[in-house]
């Protein structure tokens, strides 16, 4: 899946999805993540038990993934 879009200023995301146009740990340039419930059904932040965080190229590929469980 390509990212690019969703790191472009002004996008508007749906909710559980956050986007971080800082460079990442493995040398990503941005990242997007995606915020669900025990369910998987999207959820906002503060609601969320599961992330899913790419870390992604210049070209918006996701070149490492990283799954938790929050709280």
Partial sequence: M???TM???NQDLPVGVEVS???TPRGGVF?????????????SKA???KVVI???DE??????ETFAIIG
């Fill in 2 to 4: 390509v990212y690019k």
């Fill in 7 to 9: 790191a472009e200023e």
């Fill in 21 to 23: 146009l800082d460079s």
């Fill in 31 to 43: 990242s997007v993540a995606f915020f669900t419930d025990n369910k998987g059904v999207f959820v």
């Fill in 47 to 49: 609601e969320a038990t």
């Fill in 54 to 56: 790419h870390e992604c």
């Fill in 59 to 64: 070209n918006g590929e996701s070149i490492f």
